[in-house]
């Protein structure tokens, strides 16, 4: 009995994966929504039944992917059903809602490199260097333009802003690669998991941001890659140069979410609306003066436990 119930659940959450596939695939339109809708039969299945079962679902799905859209459909699938399959299994071990993200940004980041690779080495597709190119050919749009004009300073500007951007994106790409699949991830459970829910499946709940607080040891992490970089001044491009960069700006990320954290639990225990917090999220994105306060305020939560400060006393 249980062995049918299993078959038919998994028919039906196949064909719902194969009616998201085709409409990633094929409607593009409606793409940037139904691609985070991939993991959600992986996830229902995986939150359910056992190893064997989840494996002999993820075959089928490789199969239905192969048939329905080819080589596109199969990198999908692969990379959004691996992904929903670890967060359902991990669902189904009751794993808080922190190591299911956890595990999800691991599975997509592996997924990424994995097609990075695939597309270089295998359809010579450089998303990077398509980048460039595209920067380089509108250069010489915006160039050709400007000397019809005659203005040669912001000629030189918009040169000097383009050079900056590419070598930006090139030597971040790691961290961009790394926050990509954080969002991937949250958005994933952000869309998935209140559907899972209504179909009776226990999901664990995510605390109050506001509550949120990193490891002290992020800001010695953060210290050591700062450190690093005053001590040994690597040169531009070489290993160590990168390393550290791209750590800083990881670490630099979490320090502002721990900032906003700080920030939203210090106005909750003051009472104060919560559109001065969104308006002031929304700055901390825009405006640089804003996000450099906001992480130190996150250096000094995590050094000082500054939020403690402002306990409401019972």
């Known amino acids: ?16 994966f ?11 339109p409606l793409s940037v929504i139904s691609v985070f809708f991939l993991p959600l039969p992986f996830i229902m299945y995986s939150a359910k039944y056992s190893l064997k079962n989840i494996a002999v679902f993820f075959i089928a799905a490789i199969i ?22 670890v967060m359902g299994y991990m669902t189904q071990k009751t794993k808080s809602r922190s190591a299911i993200l956890m595990g999800g940004t691991l599975i997509f980041i592996a997924g990424l490199v994995i097609s990075y690779v695939v597309l270089v080495t295998f359809m010579n597709i450089n998303f990077i260097q398509e980048f460039k190119t595209m920067m380089d050919q509108s250069m010489q749009q915006s160039q050709d333009m400007l000397k019809v004009i005659g203005n040669k300073e912001q000629m030189k500007l918009l040169q000097e802003q383009n050079a900056n951007l590419i070598k930006n994106i090139q ?24 559907i899972v829910k209504r179909f009776g499946i226990g999901v664990p709940s995510w605390g ?13 992490f953060y210290l ?29 990320l979490l320090l502002l979410l721990q900032g906003l954290a700080c920030l939203l ?6 009472s104060i ?18 996000h450099y306060i906001i992480s130190v305020l996150g250096i000094a939560d995590l050094g000082f436990d500054f939020r403690k400060r402002f306990e409401k006393k019972e």
């Open 1 to 16: 009995m249980k062995n049918v119930r299993s078959l038919t659940e998994g028919a039906i959450l196949l064909a719902a």
């Open 18 to 28: 194969a009616v998201f596939l085709l409409i990633t695939i094929y409607i593009p």
């Open 64 to 85: 239905i992917s192969f048939i329905t859209s080819s080589l596109q459909g199969l990198g999908l699938m692969a990379l959004f059903g691996a992904a929903g399959a």
């Open 171 to 194: 030597e971040l790409a790691p961290a961009y690669l790394i926050t990509v699949a954080v969002v991937y991830a949250l958005i994933t459970q952000w869309i998935c998991f209140p």
């Open 208 to 220: 109050k941001f506001r509550n949120l607080s990193l490891p002290k040891s992020l800001l010695w």
């Open 224 to 252: 050591a890659a700062l450190g690093g970089y005053l001590l040994f001044r690597p040169e531009e491009g070489t290993y160590l140069y990168l390393v550290i960069v791209n750590a800083r700006f990881i670490l630099e």
């Open 265 to 270: 639990y210090i106005l909750h225990q003051r």
């Open 273 to 290: 609306g919560k559109g001065v917090a969104v308006f002031v999220v929304i700055l901390s994105f825009i405006l640089p003066i804003v």
